[in-house]
């Protein structure tokens, strides 16, 4: 007696392959493309992060860059080390003796640039001091190469022209002449924000002296390498930008803490979150990059800061600051790449991934997947 078999060509069997097929398609499009959503996020909350820190500094209850500092810091002290109790335990609070003092050092350059930092949003657009952040890889580069004798190419050297040529472009000097001829103002958005042509450029110097600065918390960390749980780096960087914000306000006269009022207070925790989540998000985001995405999802800031400026006060940038800007970007972007590539190049063939410098694996109190990179140029 004959047997039947099932039709194959069921509608509904066709329907479930095609949801899986388009299943398939975007958990593939996630996984090649997650860790660059990642960063995307953690450079809007920087971003908003800044906004926030700018917001605070200005109109009648204004705040001290100090106090605002000590607001953000405080809190990622008590969420970092409290990661860190969680997940580590107690004897990877200090780190190993012989990389305590690098572990300060990084400390206190990285409180001084966060001040430059906030310092200088006082007095530009958010665009123009984010615009700052860019020359911190090109300054690392020369530094390392200074005192860690890494090679410095010709290319880098370019970069690092052009990107000067481009800050001096968009401090366009003549408003120094401007200063001394003319007392008058550039208005930046609303009444609140009226700014001198030397405050302006006492915004522009102090922004380059925090460039320095991150660059200096840059070559700290390099010199740390391995030998320190990343997030340990972020906890003595906490601590400073905690204890001498508050020494400061208490012990210097002038300087003083103004009460919050109303939104303000909301604001103040919300900065201290988005700084935590942009340590988390980026650290994830960086992790999780196998196609290098991710990594160019760092200058997207750049379109945050803008949107943000032009959102909250108005401000579009002047034919100066978007050639200038443009010159950093490109240089550094330009550099960024060329050194990945080589990067590359020279790790093929190779079993082992290329290694962070003066590694010492010996020594290292934590190697894991799950280490914090502290990307922040502070």
């Not at 509904?12 to 995307?40: H, P, Y």
């Not at 107690?90 to 012989?98: I, L, S």
């Not at 103004?258 to 992790?287: H, I, S």
């Amino acid at each position: 007696m004959p047997t039947t078999t099932p039709s194959s060509t069921d509608p509904c069997d066709g329907d479930e392959i095609m949801t899986m097929r388009q299943s398939s398609n975007f958990k593939r499009l996630w996984l090649d493309n997650r860790g660059a959503v990642l960063v995307l996020c953690a450079e809007a909350c920087g971003s908003c992060m800044d906004a926030i820190a700018r917001y605070l500094q200005l109109g009648e209850n204004a705040m001290h860059p100090f106090q605002v500092i000590f607001a953000r810091m405080s809190m990622t002290l008590v969420l970092s080390t409290t990661y860190m109790l969680w997940t580590k335990g107690p004897k990877f609070m200090m780190g190993h003796a012989k990389i305590r003092s690098w572990l300060i050092c990084r400390a206190l350059f990285g409180f001084f640039g966060l001040f430059c930092l906030y310092y200088s949003v006082h007095y530009l657009p958010l665009a123009e001091a984010t615009i700052f952040r860019f020359l911190v890889p090109l300054v690392t580069t020369i530094s390392c190469a200074l005192l860690l004798h890494q090679s410095f190419t010709g290319g880098e050297f370019v970069a690092s022209i052009l990107a000067l040529t481009g800050i001096v472009i968009i401090a366009h000097p003549t408003n120094i002449n401007t200063h001394f001829h003319n007392k008058g103002l550039e208005h930046y958005g609303n009444d609140l924000e009226k700014v001198s042509p030397m405050q302006r450029t006492i915004a522009i110097f102090v922004a380059s002296l925090g460039v320095l600065a991150a660059s200096g918390a840059y070559t700290c960390i390099r010199m740390i390498g391995e030998r320190a749980h990343a997030l340990l780096s972020v906890i003595y960087f906490s601590i400073a930008g905690t204890i001498g914000p508050l020494l400061i306000i208490l012990l210097i006269p002038g300087i003083s803490f103004t009460t919050p009022r109303g939104w303000q207070w909301a604001f103040l925790v919300l900065l201290g979150l988005l700084g935590f989540a942009l340590q988390f998000l980026l650290t994830k985001g960086l992790q999780l990059d196998t196609n290098g995405r991710a990594t160019s999802m760092l200058y997207s800031q750049i379109i945050f800061a803008l949107l943000l400026d032009w959102l909250l006060w108005g401000n579009l940038p002047n034919p100066w600051s978007l050639i200038g800007g443009a010159l950093v970007i490109t240089s550094t972007v330009g550099s960024a790449v060329a050194k990945s590539s080589s990067q590359r190049n020279k790790v093929l063939g190779k079993n082992d991934e290329e290694r962070p410098l003066l590694v010492n694996r010996t020594e290292a109190e934590d190697t894991g997947p799950d280490q914090v990179t502290d990307h922040e140029p502070q």
